[in-house]
């Protein structure tokens, strides 16, 4: 499924609006289509949050096909860090 991502962040201060269009695996998509889309855009702000240095961004809004709001979604996902497996 193809939708089209914007977001609103605020780094330091500064406010950015972008968009683009990304897909979304169709299996998801059915299961949970605002979920499903919302990964897509926390990876997509990761990413952003790379380019810009690391710098402090506050995620303000987040839609996709323009019409679904799914910044609280994106606030709340956490990335899944691999388990420590050392073996002490």
Do not use: H
């Not at 889309?37 to 790379?50: D, S």
């Not at 810009?52 to 019409?67: A, F, H, L, P, Q």
């Not at 799914?70 to 497996?85: A, C, G, H, K, S």
């Amino acid at each position: 499924m193809k939708v089209i991502i914007q977001t609103i962040l605020n780094v330091e201060g500064n406010r950015g609006f972008r968009n683009g269009e990304f897909y979304v695996r169709d299996s998801d998509f059915k299961k949970d289509s605002d979920f499903a889309v919302a990964v897509v855009a926390y990876e997509w702000i990761q990413q952003q949050w790379r380019d810009s240095g690391c710098r402090d961004m506050i995620i303000e809004k987040v839609t996709w096909n323009e019409v679904n709001d799914i910044t609280q979604i994106v606030r709340e996902i956490e990335p899944v860090l691999p388990e420590d497996n050392l073996p002490f």
